[in-house]
């Protein structure tokens, strides 16, 4: 399982169509074995998985005997109301094998998250999720919905990792956000605002731990402040290998037509 994270970590998300840069993959990893050092352990979940390209990495960082659980409209797509993604439980299952997943531990749920309660989710993870990313619908209803499953649902120290908030494509997800932090009691704390990924953790200590040790760790991070909390901001310095650029190019128009051309000349 180890190599088939360090090669989907290294390059092998970029073959799977999605959003997913590289400073939320290293934080998202960083505090995955951050928890684990702390003693915190439990399944993980997304709603709003589109393709797999961060549940794939969520799956990867779970050990072997752990859950996991995909939370999507797939074929319900008459109530995509704002048309944030269209997930396709083919290909995810598709890139969820090549990438070595155990789908005997894959749940998937397809179901509108307006409909599903925070017990339900934890029933099909046997747990409570240590790792919750929410990339759901993109309106201030269901952010604001999501993030209260997400609160209710994870375990003490437990991570949620919320995208989009500061896209501008889509306002509404900032605004559920200031929603849920003003007026539902929110057990989550900011930690890290990366890659359009914003991550709290549940609980002061945990977020505060898993803060200074991000800090620590990723040169040019500084703290600032959001929701009267401090929070780590960070932007990685994109420094591309060969075999990177490489990768990269064959993602192209012009990459995939010389792949044709070759397959083709064989």
Same mark, same amino acid.
């Given at each position: 399982m180890y190599d088939a994270l360090a090669r989907y970590r290294s390059h092998g998300h970029r073959f799977v169509e999605g959003w997913l840069l590289d400073g939320a993959i290293e934080a998202t990893c960083d505090i995955a074995e951050l928890q684990r050092q702390r003693g915190v352990y439990g399944p993980v979940c997304e709603i709003g998985v589109h393709h797999g390209r961060l549940f794939i990495l969520l799956v990867l960082l779970n050990p072997p005997t752990e859950r996991s659980l995909a939370i999507d409209l797939f074929e319900l797509q008459s109530e995509n109301v704002d048309g944030s993604g269209k997930g396709s439980r083919e290909k995810m299952l598709e890139h969820l094998r090549s990438r070595g997943c155990n789908l005997n531990l894959v749940e998937i749920l397809?179901?509108?998250?307006?409909? &599903?309660?925070? @017990?339900?989710?934890?029933?099909?993870?046997h747990g409570r999720p240590r790792l919750f990313s929410v990339d759901g619908g993109h309106t201030a209803e269901i952010t604001r919905n999501d993030l209260r499953l997400a609160q209710e649902a994870v375990?003490?120290?437990? &991570?949620?990792?919320?995208?989009?908030?500061?896209?501008? @494509?889509?306002?509404a997800v900032s605004e559920g956000t200031v929603q849920f932090m003003r007026d539902d009691s929110p057990q989550l704390v900011p930690v890290i605002i990366t890659s359009n990924k914003f991550i709290f953790a549940k609980g002061g200590e945990a977020a505060a731990e898993y803060r200074e040790q991000l800090l620590s760790k990723r040169r040019g991070a500084k703290l600032s402040k959001v929701f009267g909390f401090e929070v780590v901001c960070y932007e990685p310095t994109s420094k591309?290998?060969?075999?990177q650029m490489r990768v990269r190019i064959r993602e192209t128009r012009v990459g995939k037509a010389i792949?044709?051309?070759k397959r083709l000349g064989r």
């Amino acid at each position: 399982m180890y190599d088939a994270l360090a090669r989907y970590r290294s390059h092998g998300h970029r073959f799977v169509e999605g959003w997913l840069l590289d400073g939320a993959i290293e934080a998202t990893c960083d505090i995955a074995e951050l928890q684990r050092q702390r003693g915190v352990y439990g399944p993980v979940c997304e709603i709003g998985v589109h393709h797999g390209r961060l549940f794939i990495l969520l799956v990867l960082l779970n050990p072997p005997t752990e859950r996991s659980l995909a939370i999507d409209l797939f074929e319900l797509q008459s109530e995509n109301v704002d048309g944030s993604g269209k997930g396709s439980r083919e290909k995810m299952l598709e890139h969820l094998r090549s990438r070595g997943c155990n789908l005997n531990l894959v749940e998937i749920l397809a179901e509108n998250s307006l409909r &599903v309660s925070a @017990s339900q989710i934890v029933e099909l993870c046997h747990g409570r999720p240590r790792l919750f990313s929410v990339d759901g619908g993109h309106t201030a209803e269901i952010t604001r919905n999501d993030l209260r499953l997400a609160q209710e649902a994870v375990c003490e120290g437990g &991570v949620v990792i919320l995208d989009d908030y500061f896209n501008s @494509s889509w306002p509404a997800v900032s605004e559920g956000t200031v929603q849920f932090m003003r007026d539902d009691s929110p057990q989550l704390v900011p930690v890290i605002i990366t890659s359009n990924k914003f991550i709290f953790a549940k609980g002061g200590e945990a977020a505060a731990e898993y803060r200074e040790q991000l800090l620590s760790k990723r040169r040019g991070a500084k703290l600032s402040k959001v929701f009267g909390f401090e929070v780590v901001c960070y932007e990685p310095t994109s420094k591309w290998t060969v075999r990177q650029m490489r990768v990269r190019i064959r993602e192209t128009r012009v990459g995939k037509a010389i792949r044709s051309l070759k397959r083709l000349g064989r």
